[in-house]
């Protein structure tokens, strides 16, 4: 690692997946000058995921939590992204959920004529399933949840970074707590002097010893990329497995869930399963192009965590953006940037102050 110059920032950003990337992105915003550090680790979650906002999920089909005022922000968010970067990665998806049994189609009804569902359930009309008519065992009917979108966030945070390294803005290494200096109203890091240092250390901040005490869990998934040349495929579909398009006739197709892992590495177990479920939900050939796997940073009661070390206020964090980071990440982001330049309480909701008593400054 060679030495660089003295650099004095108003905020350290550790960790530059898609929470400390829109972090980033929000505190240029707010004008704060800003020096990331990240080891550009190949099993990162957000280089992994599909990047599904999904409005209505689950067995119940209940609205995801907070995705009213999620929503808004994210589309807004990945836009001006998509703007700055001159790249498209914001795509609108209709979701298709099949229905496998008469209470399964009753409970989407009581949702459907459910009047605070109706931007996201479509009622009436009948559902386009497109070629999966054609090359996908249907399930007994479909639901259709609109007001979603697919984002592509690997490649968000692989040009983000890009254009950080070219402002000079990025240094890619591991960070090293040894050498962390928190002093009077700053930090100092290996030359760096900073007013704040924010932690978005994704499923490894279970190493951050300021903020080990917090209840991590992390969530192993596993995903294939999947070639399938026949199929013209348009819609997400979750059937047992979600199938999401991408681009050159390539589908993303996962995910395993795994609370009890010991490392992040793509098993046989986890490609069997996938294989095994596509081969059975398919009625044409597909070929596997790729096989991932990365740790979803989990919370034990799966809410964001914002919030400031109780003891050395120059410490944040962002993390337990979880299986929706998506969704999650912009408005909190957005959220902490406002704690952190205008002073605004963290919505107690997402404050890393509910697993610890509020103490310091
Ligand atoms: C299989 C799978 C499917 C998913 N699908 C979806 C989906 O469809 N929709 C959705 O919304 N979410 C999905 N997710 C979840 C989503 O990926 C996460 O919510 C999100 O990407 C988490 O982002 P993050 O920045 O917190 O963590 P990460 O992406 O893990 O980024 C953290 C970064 O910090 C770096 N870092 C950590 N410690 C250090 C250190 N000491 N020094 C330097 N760098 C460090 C890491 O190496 C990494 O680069 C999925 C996840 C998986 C695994």
Redesign the pocket.
Known sequence: MTERKQLEVDVLV???????TLLTHFLLQAGQSVHV?????PR??????????NPVTGRRYVKSWYIDRLLPTAEATYQQLEKQLGIIIYHPQKVLRALFNQREENDWLVRAYDPSYQAYIQTGEKIDIGDYSRYAIPALSYGEVRGGAQVD?GELIGRYRAYLRSTGMIST???NFQELHIEQNAIDYRGIKAKTIAF?????AKNNPYFSDLPYEGNK???LIVKITKADFQKILKQGIFIVPLTNGQYWV??TSNNYHTDDRPTEEGRNYLVGKLSELLTTNFEIIEH?A????TIKDRRPLIGRHPEHPQLYIF?G???????LGPYWADQLVKVLTEGHIPDPAADISRFRPRTGK
């Open positions: 550790v960790g530059q997946g898609l929470a400390g550090i990240d080891d550009d680790y990162a979650a957000t280089k992994v995921a599909a990047g599904i906002i966030i290494e591991t960070f978005c250390e994704g499923a490894k998934g596993e995903a996962g995910s991932r990365a740790i979803r940073p993390n953006l979880g299986t929706k980071g998506t969704s």
